[in-house]
């Protein structure tokens, strides 16, 4: 979950102060307890701090239960709420299910309720007065802190929260994958008459046959790909140039395709066999 109290950071060209989010994780047996400072909570930096999380405990939990955000999920519902596709994707690279807390029943999280409201006290309390001139800045002071926190003893139990996790949680996380989990961003499309779909200002093609299809375009830094019914019609090299156009001549109908192989010098050539002023003209 994200506090609603932010901390900030000094922007160091105009030395204006830029409220950023805390975003804070705790497991479920032990308290053990992550936080960190992100930009937004756009799905990138949510995705992120999803996987720092699953980093620092050095496992896999059997389900994240995260608070029904935007960056979660695409429709809020009290019983089947829509995971956002690309994090449902990143539970099915980490071997874990996505179980989002029901709207309006913060019992159905409360240790990240409570550990939210402590994370408040122990970093924010305790930063109130510092100055930091870069996420990464805050996010260094940030893990001191929560090192603190998870070495505290905890007088209910006569433990601290680390002692716990070895104890309880950590035999029961499942392995990280050999992998990191590669961010990609699902758009749904339709085909132009041309048979190319635009993403971020480019044109890729699919099967022309797909006209007036509904697709599902994924789109990774290196890859963008186009599915129908779930199997991948196309798969091309990502590019950045805007307006431009990346074609695979075998999604082109036969006609376009024996069009597209006349290039000018092979007109010209075809011309000059005629004649030097057919060439000409």
Not at 47 to 70: C, H, Y
Not at 121 to 143: D, H, Y
């Amino acid at each position: 979950d994200y506090s609603g109290k932010k901390p900030h950071i000094v922007d160091p060209n105009t030395g204006e102060l830029v409220e950023v989010e805390l975003f804070v994780a705790v497991l479920g047996a032990s308290n053990y307890t992550y936080a960190e400072a992100t930009r937004t909570q756009r799905l990138p930096d949510w995705l992120g701090s999803n996987a720092r999380t699953l980093e620092f405990l050095g496992g896999v939990s059997a389900a994240i239960v995260p608070d029904q955000l935007k960056s979660a999920v695409t429709s809020a519902c009290r019983y089947e709420p829509g995971i956002q596709r690309t994090y449902d994707e990143f539970a099915a690279h980490y071997g874990t299910v996505i179980f989002p807390a029901r709207p309006g029943k913060p019992r159905d999280k409360a240790k990240v309720e409570v550990g939210v409201r402590i994370a408040q006290r122990w970093i924010l309390g305790r930063i109130r007065n510092q100055t930091f001139f870069s996420l990464a800045e805050l996010n260094a002071r940030i893990r001191e802190l929560v090192n603190e926190l998870n070495d505290y003893v905890m007088r209910g139990y006569g433990a601290s929260r680390r002692e716990l996790f070895e104890r309880l949680d950590r035999p029961a996380l499942r392995a990280l994958p050999d992998n990191p989990f590669e961010y990609a961003e699902w758009k749904k499309v339709l085909l132009n008459i041309d048979y190319h779909a635009e993403y971020d200002g480019h044109w890729y093609s699919a099967p022309y046959k797909l006209r007036r299809e509904e697709l599902w375009l994924r789109a990774t830094s290196a890859t963008v790909e186009i599915f129908h019914v779930g199997k991948r019609v196309a798969a091309h090299a990502r590019s950045y140039v805007k307006g431009r156009h990346t074609t695979n001549p075998d999604h082109m109908p036969a006609a376009h395709r024996e069009q597209a192989e006349w290039s000018p010098s092979r007109i010209l050539g075809w011309a000059a066999t005629v004649g030097p002023n057919v060439e000409l003209l």
